[in-house]
């Protein structure tokens, strides 16, 4: 079987990652990288092409491309990959709206290609083996859970655009809460239907919030919150999920372990030593990137799905609307796209 040539559209942080991935990645060859900033360019692996646009890259032989660009630019460039018969990995969120996620999503629905939204967090091996204990029974039902980030801008060296809310589509809710949704959807196994919450910004003062709260209501009554900040002075990273259940909890400390507590006693299991972060993020990524590679191979919907991406950024979207007019907004039809 002839491998499948991919290419990577940005080459900041993200797109670096996405390019170790593809290259450590059996049964793809990675051909072109494009950038408009010809200086992160100088330091390609060998025998990849340099593309100085989106377009010049589209216009090679690649068969599927990593979109790592800031989020008001996925629509469009994503467009013009489904546009040219490209199968399209785009980083979360998909995008800044519904809109733009809706268009992408049809668009690759009459391109009949795959359209993947990186998830990683569904890739670590700590939340797979905490949601599997859970499947299994070892907490019993589930009846609330927690999920809370908090960063350091210094420490993840963010770019301009994050704090501009028409180009990110929103703070820390948007661009770490959107995994924190995720999360919690998949671990319930269950739709939003109801989010509250708050957002200020006490920290920098900008355009979007630093710091914010959801309060979710899940279909079957499990309630939910999700706690995310930008935090401005040093501070360690700390995402944490926590699952409630009739016969015990879970806490799962991302990229370190999870603990458990239920009638058998505490159990704790740590799945890290002393990896830099960017290490233990490469495990997401190459977790998405073989998922991608797989669903085109096998021709057939990756998982998580595009549409499921599509849910999550719903539940943000309605909690700026809530946060904005101090009133709950009810997702109607929690299952549509």
Not at 156 to 164: A, Q, R, S, T
Request: with cysteine.
């Amino acid at each position: 079987m002839m491998p499948l040539k991919v290419g990577v559209i940005g080459y900041g942080y993200t797109g670096k990652i996405h390019t170790r991935a593809y290259l450590s990645s059996p049964g793809t060859q990675l051909t072109a990288i494009a950038d408009s900033r010809l200086e992160r360019l100088e330091d390609l692996p060998p025998g990849v092409r340099v593309c100085r646009s989106h377009q010049e890259l589209l216009a090679s032989d690649v068969e599927a491309v990593s979109i790592c660009l800031p989020t008001h630019l996925h629509c469009e460039v994503a467009l013009d990959a489904l546009a040219r018969g490209k199968h399209v990995l785009v980083e979360k969120p998909i995008a800044v709206n519904l809109e733009e996620a809706r268009r992408m999503l049809l668009a690759a629905r009459e391109a009949g290609r795959v359209l993947y939204v990186g998830m990683t967090h569904r890739f670590y091996p700590e939340l797979r083996e905490a949601k599997k204990l859970i499947d299994d029974g070892a907490i019993g039902s589930i009846v609330a859970c927690n999920d809370c980030a908090l960063e350091h801008l210094g420490f993840l060296n963010v770019p301009e655009w994050y704090m501009k809310k028409k180009l990110s589509g929103g703070g820390p809710a948007m661009t770490s809460g959107i995994h924190l949704v995720d999360r919690l959807r998949w671990f319930t196994g269950g739709e939003v239907i109801m989010v509250t919450g708050s957002a200020a910004n006490p920290y920098f003062g900008g355009d979007v919030e630093d710091v914010g709260q959801m309060l979710l209501r899940f279909r079957g009554g499990i309630s939910g919150q999700v706690t995310v900040a930008f935090m401005r002075e040093p501070h360690p990273l700390v995402c944490d999920l926590q699952v409630i259940g009739t016969h015990g909890s879970i806490l799962v400390h991302t990229w370190q372990g999870y603990e458990m507590w239920n009638r058998d006693g505490h159990q704790k299991k740590v799945f890290y030593t002393d990896e830099a972060h960017p290490v233990k993020v490469q495990v997401g990524v190459e977790g998405e990137i073989s998922e991608f590679c797989a669903s085109i191979a096998e021709a057939r919907a990756p998982w998580p799905s595009a549409e499921d991406n599509i849910r999550s950024l719903r539940v943000v979207l309605a909690y700026y609307q809530a946060a904005e007019t101090g009133q709950a907004v009810e997702l109607g039809d929690a299952d549509a796209v």
